[in-house]
């Protein structure tokens, strides 16, 4: 199995990536090992998605991270979420998209 992910920083951004072993993948962001992602610890698994061939999460990630369209909605959608579980009155928050 295969799988598209976000997670978000301490710095409160989304980062999309794919791999093939999510908590090996998640324990390496939170240990370091990655350039990126190593100075926004720690990193919150927020969604992913599973594909049967790498191919099909290669691309999917691409098209999150790079079109504007398919990042946009699923930025809004997680940002909309992560924030009205910090906020448990649900009241209603503007999201801004990056």
Known sequence: MFYVY???GSHG?????????LRERMKSHNSGESEYTKKFRPWKLIY?????SGAEA????KKL???G???VFVKQRLMLSVKQAQNPKGARLSVPVE
């Open 48 to 52: 992913y998605e599973a594909y049967l």
């Open 65 to 67: 991270k790079y079109r």
């Open 6 to 8: 976000f997670i978000i």
């Open 69 to 71: 369209r398919a990042k």
């Open 58 to 61: 290669k691309d999917r990630e």
């Open 13 to 21: 951004k989304l980062y999309v990536g794919w791999t093939s072993d």
